[in-house]
């Protein structure tokens, strides 16, 4: 019985081994804390088949222009992750339209921002846009959304791709307009965003970079 212990115990200490070692060949080496943005200065994202669709409600937006330009902060210099890579001030958008409702205008506000988020893969990173906000008017309803967008930016392509489906981007105050309750818009409700966004630096930039340490 004594010799029966004494094997069990044994058995579970090196079970107990290879499940530390297994454990410890499945976790990420390191985890990304600072990060090193370059090139630009100047930045200028051109959106492709830019669309909102106000999940709940089941609406969706789609623009034929929706672009983001502005600056890296301190280019070449390291920062924490979650720290600002970049400001976009310069918001242009047009052509937006609803499959019901038609013509309809979405008007970006303040510096939005750009920060890594976490490891890259190869050439693409995790990324966030921060402080968006815009507001759509069409006749019969009007109302706010802001929050942050998730995705991935490529490097090698330039490319910005939205995290598909809610990203942190919300319907932030109460949709004024007789047809808001018809189309089923209401605060609080997510906002996917889909397309692509591709840098193109103006004159005089370079493309953004991303160094890990």
Same mark, same amino acid.
């Given at each position: 019985?004594?010799?029966?212990?004494?094997?069990? &115990?044994? $058995?579970?200490?090196?079970?107990?081994?290879?499940? #530390?070692?297994?454990?410890?060949?499945?976790? =990420?080496?390191? %985890?990304?804390?600072?990060?090193?943005?370059?090139?630009?200065?100047?930045?200028?994202?051109?959106?492709?088949?830019?669309?909102?669709?106000?999940?709940?409600?089941?609406?969706?937006?789609?623009?034929?222009?929706?672009? /983001?330009?502005?600056?890296? #902060?301190?280019?070449?210099?390291?920062? %924490?992750?979650?720290?600002?890579?970049?400001?976009? $001030?310069?918001?242009?958008?047009?052509?937006?339209?609803? =499959?019901?409702?038609?013509?309809?205008?979405?008007? !970006?506000?303040?510096?939005? $921002?750009?920060?890594?988020?976490? @490891?890259?893969?190869?050439?693409?990173?995790?990324?966030?846009? +921060?402080?968006?906000?815009? +507001? *759509? #008017?069409?006749?019969?309803?009007?109302?706010?959304?802001?929050?942050? *967008?998730?995705?991935?930016?490529?490097?090698? +392509?330039?490319?910005?791709?939205?995290? &598909?489906? &809610?990203?942190? /981007?919300?319907?932030?105050?109460?949709?004024?307009?007789?047809?808001? !309750?018809?189309? $089923?818009?209401?605060?609080?409700? @997510?906002?996917? *965003?889909?397309?692509?966004?591709?840098?193109? !630096? !103006?004159?005089?930039?370079? =493309?953004?970079?991303? #160094?890990?340490?």
């Amino acid at each position: 019985m004594k010799m029966l212990s004494k094997r069990l &115990a044994s $058995g579970l200490i090196s079970l107990s081994a290879a499940l #530390v070692t297994i454990l410890a060949m499945s976790s =990420p080496a390191s %985890a990304l804390t600072t990060y090193t943005p370059g090139g630009g200065p100047g930045i200028n994202f051109v959106s492709s088949n830019a669309s909102f669709k106000v999940i709940q409600a089941n609406q969706s937006i789609s623009c034929s222009q929706f672009d /983001l330009a502005g600056n890296l #902060v301190n280019s070449g210099t390291s920062r %924490a992750v979650g720290a600002n890579a970049a400001n976009i $001030g310069s918001l242009t958008s047009s052509g937006c339209t609803n =499959p019901i409702m038609g013509l309809m205008t979405i008007t !970006p506000s303040g510096t939005w $921002g750009l920060t890594v988020t976490g @490891d890259p893969a190869a050439t693409t990173w995790p990324v966030r846009m +921060t402080n968006v906000s815009w +507001t *759509v #008017v069409m006749v019969g309803c009007t109302f706010q959304a802001s929050g942050v *967008v998730n995705g991935n930016l490529n490097v090698a +392509t330039q490319t910005f791709s939205p995290t &598909a489906g &809610a990203s942190g /981007l919300k319907i932030s105050s109460t949709p004024a307009g007789f047809l808001c !309750p018809i189309l $089923g818009w209401a605060n609080g409700q @997510d906002i996917a *965003v889909s397309g692509t966004w591709t840098n193109t !630096p !103006p004159a005089g930039s370079g =493309p953004l970079t991303l #160094v890990a340490p």
